[in-house]
């Protein structure tokens, strides 16, 4: 059924880690970020910066899942606009093979970011024993999956390959600032409260902190659950307006 | 004659209030280059499209191979080869990565190495798309067309853009597809490239057929006129030209003949006049109407406007 789906996100991986460019933006960027903040807050435990310090390590998750998504919408839009989505569309192969393999290739360089972010950031933050990686990876994964979702709606609409990355930035990083993170949701003012929940970061947010601090996914089933809904209306929603052309 | 391989019936196409398609019929048959002509708008890329299965009509009826390609679309892929008008591949995909990938999406397809030989872009192989020049691409386009060995290919617009050596050698590559047997449908807005590369050639303007026939066809039907310029100084001459049959007319201007007639067989009847009274030419020359011609007289607007 999924015909040619190995081939062409073999083919997608390569295109993309030809263009070097594109690669240091979506695969370094979020790195950069994480060493920088590491630095500022990691290094001290003073008291005023202690809860911020804790919540890095996810912010910087966080960061890797929007960069993620970025690219996909700046990806798309330019296959489309260069029409090589409707080109693709004209052989046997099925849409959804067309759209996964891109997905592949997203989650694909999102665990990759996270070894770099894991590797570069040693010297500030250590995975806490009680935490596994695999855990705290598959966490940041199925968060990235679920706001690549969002990522396949808003490419839908933007108009061309120009506007793909400023549309992006403006409707995913402001999710940030009522996603639990740095302040906790209950601190927020009654309106960010309503916002943080519905938007997904909130509960990616909330997961990938807690699998960071040792909890179980047990304890995390109703972000799962918010993360799947999201999920489903979001590819639910994209194969009703997605534009192939 | 053997049933058409496309045949389109009546179709219809809006896009909100713009008519793309108003009402195009027209048969293909096997082993023929078809092409659809027609200026910029006129319709012709969303009749190929149509006809790919890539968008269905609001109304009309299509079948190419035995098959609705709307309904029909995933078995209709596999026997039809497609180039679509200005479309692009992965900026940095290789060449022979393109062509393995379309390869293994088809159940038998043909030698990828071997179809790039053929088209000329076997030292293009290892190189991106991007740095292909448009020539280039459009060959590749064409493989990429072919690699299903399929039995109808589907070109829109192939040359738009090349120089004219590049567009001839793409012309050569199409007649080799059709000397395999296959049946090629193409649309272009360039009338040489109708006269010399198709053997039957639809009009379209405004989302409409206006005639189907073979280049020659339609310029005997619509543009019989045909005109001999000949160069010689027997002052006999005029009134002889003047005595052959469908002349409209014959001016001089010094030794130079203009004799403006109809028909076929104007060339032929003004040489043997010649014979007949003897006449010393020093120079001949036949002004033949061409499809830009006949494109005029039937829609009264020129194609490039
Ligand atoms: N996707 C679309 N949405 C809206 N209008 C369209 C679309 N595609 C084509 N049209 C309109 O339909 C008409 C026919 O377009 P079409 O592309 O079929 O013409 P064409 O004969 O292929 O022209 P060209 O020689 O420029 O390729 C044009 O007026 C065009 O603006
Ligand atoms: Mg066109």
Redesign the interface.
């Known amino acids: 059924m999924l015909r040619g789906l190995w081939k062409l996100t073999w083919i997608e991986i390569k295109v993309f880690v030809r263009e070097p460019l594109g690669v240091i933006g979506t695969v370094g960027m979020p790195v950069v970020a994480f060493v920088v903040l590491s630095r500022v807050f990691g290094g001290r435990p003073t008291r005023g910066v202690a809860r911020i310090a804790a919540d890095v390590p996810a912010f910087g998750a966080i960061l890797i899942a929007l960069s993620a998504v970025l690219s996909l919408i700046t990806v798309i839009a330019i296959y489309r606009e260069g029409g090589i989505l409707k080109r693709l569309r004209a052989t046997p192969l099925s849409p959804v093979t067309i759209l996964a393999a891109h997905v592949i290739v997203k989650l694909l360089f999102t665990a990759i970011t996270l070894g770099l972010m894991i590797a570069a950031g040693k010297r500030y933050y250590t995975l806490p024993p009680e935490v596994s990686l695999a855990s705290f990876t598959l966490a940041l994964l199925f968060s990235t999956l679920s706001v690549l979702a969002i990522g396949f709606v808003i490419a839908s609409v933007v108009p061309t390959a120009r506007f793909a990355q400023p549309v992006g930035t403006i409707v995913l990083y402001p999710m940030i600032a009522c996603s639990g993170l740095f302040v906790p949701v209950d601190a927020l003012p009654a309106a960010m409260q309503r916002a943080a929940q519905v938007l997904p970061l909130t509960y990616a947010v909330s997961l990938l902190k807690g699998i960071w601090q040792g909890d179980g996914w047990s304890a995390h089933v109703g972000d799962v659950a918010a993360l799947l809904i999201v999920f489903g209306l979001c590819t639910a929603l994209s194969s009703r307006v997605f534009r192939w052309e | 004659m053997s049933s058409p391989i496309v045949h389109v019936s009546g179709i219809r196409k809006t896009y909100g209030r713009t008519v793309a398609v108003a009402d195009v019929s027209f048969d293909t048959h096997e082993g023929e280059i078809f092409g659809l002509i027609g200026p910029n708008g006129a319709g012709k890329t969303t009749t190929l499209e149509c006809v ?1 299965g ?1 968008r269905r009509p609001d109304s009309g009826a299509i079948s190419v191979l035995g098959l609705d390609p709307a309904r029909e679309k ?1 078995r209709l ?2 026997r039809i080869g ?1 180039q ?1 008008q ?8 290789k060449v022979w ?1 393109a062509v ?3 390869a ?3 159940r038998r397809p043909l030698d990828g190495g071997r179809l790039l030989d053929q088209l000329g872009l076997a030292e293009k192989r290892n190189a ?1 798309f991007m740095t292909l020049s448009g020539g280039q691409k459009q060959r590749l386009f064409i493989a990429l067309a072919l690699i299903n060995d399929p039995e109808v290919v589907f070109l829109d617009e192939l040359t738009t853009g090349l120089d004219p050596q590049a567009r001839r050698a793409i012309w050569d590559l199409v007649r080799g597809i059709r000397e395999r047997g296959k049946t090629v449908v193409l649309t272009t807005h360039l009338m040489e490239e109708a006269e010399r590369l198709c053997d039957r050639v639809a009009i379209i303007d405004h989302g409409r057929i206006i005639d189907v026939d073979t280049p020659a066809g339609l310029v005997a039907r619509h543009c019989p006129d045909r005109t001999v310029v000949l160069a010689a100084d027997d002052p006999a001459a005029e009134a002889a030209f003047q005595a052959i049959p469908r002349v409209d007319g014959v001016s001089h201007d010094g030794g130079r003949f203009t004799i403006r007639g109809r028909g076929d067989d104007l060339v032929t009847n003004v040489i043997q006049c010649l014979s007949e009274h003897r006449i010393r030419v020093t120079d001949f020359r036949t002004v033949m109407p061409t499809l830009e011609d006949v494109f005029l007289t039937l829609t009264g607007h020129s194609i490039r406007d």
């Open positions: 790919e890539l995933s892929q596999g497609v679509l200005e479309a692009q591949l992965q900026k940095r995909i990565e393995d990938l379309w293994s999406l088809y991106w």
